[in-house]
């Protein structure tokens, strides 16, 4: 059936280094994707979208890159910081075109970053 | 302006009693989504209401139910809880349409079931 799922559950990175989050998604018609970043006790907040006609958006901090060929995309994050300590999300969204917005999750990586 | 407002909070309720969860979205927001949201089986889908219409359903029994006001208010209910029914129930809204369909999240419900 459709997935959309995650590579790692946990992830540490060094304040000021890099991070990549990973993401699997099983539908190749899939064509919307969203990185969320959830707090603990906060729900999730949008970091950044991309759509199937794109494999690369930049955000504040922020890139998603989508291969669609192996149907893989990743959250890349810059100069981390410790505000960054969150769990990621990967989303499909579908049936956005009939406005029927549903929002299938991946399974999430809990991001530490280490002082 | 003001976020996606949940209430209650917390709510602790026992096996088979009933609970209805209110989510109050974003202004001129009209779409409303429900997650749940479980260590076990993540963030899942419950449904979404646009408009008082239920557009879209989850994969859930149909314990669970909600609507939707012409305010776009919305409520969640769940029938004859069960103790797997604890978890963190979360509102969505998001204008709706093609062009903006970023979801907004309020901070949840905690659903406990003892």
């Known amino acids: 059936g459709e997935s959309v799922g995650l590579h790692l559950p946990t992830l540490s990175v060094q304040e000021g280094d890099n991070s990549i989050i990973n993401c699997a998604y099983s539908n190749s018609a899939s064509d919307y994707f969203i990185w969320y970043k959830q707090e603990s006790g906060k729900g999730p907040q949008f970091i950044i979208d991309i759509r199937s006609n794109m494999d690369k958006r930049q955000g504040q901090r922020v890139t998603v890159l989508l291969n669609k060929t192996v149907k893989h995309l990743s959250l890349q994050i810059a100069a981390t910081q410790p505000g960054d300590s969150a769990v990621y999300f990967c989303?499909?969204?579908?049936?956005?075109?009939?406005?029927?917005?549903?929002?299938?999750f991946g399974t999430g990586t809990r991001l530490t970053i280490i002082p | 302006k003001a976020g996606v407002t949940q209430t209650p909070r917390y709510l602790i309720k026992t096996r088979g009693q009933q609970v209805t969860l209110s989510c109050s979205p974003i202004s001129g927001h009209r779409s409303v989504s429900w997650y749940q949201q479980t260590p076990g089986q993540g963030l899942q889908f419950l449904f979404e209401y646009f408009s008082e219409t239920q557009r879209n359903k989850g994969n859930f029994p149909g314990r669970f139910s909600g609507r939707q006001f012409s305010n776009s208010r919305s409520e969640m209910n769940v029938s004859t809880l069960e103790l797997g029914d604890s978890a963190l129930y979360l509102c969505?809204?998001?204008?709706?349409?093609?062009?903006?369909?970023?979801?907004?999240f309020g901070q949840g419900t905690r659903l406990t079931v003892v």
């Open positions: 969505a809204s998001s204008l709706s349409g093609q062009s903006n369909t970023e979801a907004f």
């Open positions: 989303a499909e969204l579908s049936d956005w075109r009939f406005g029927n917005e549903k929002l299938t």
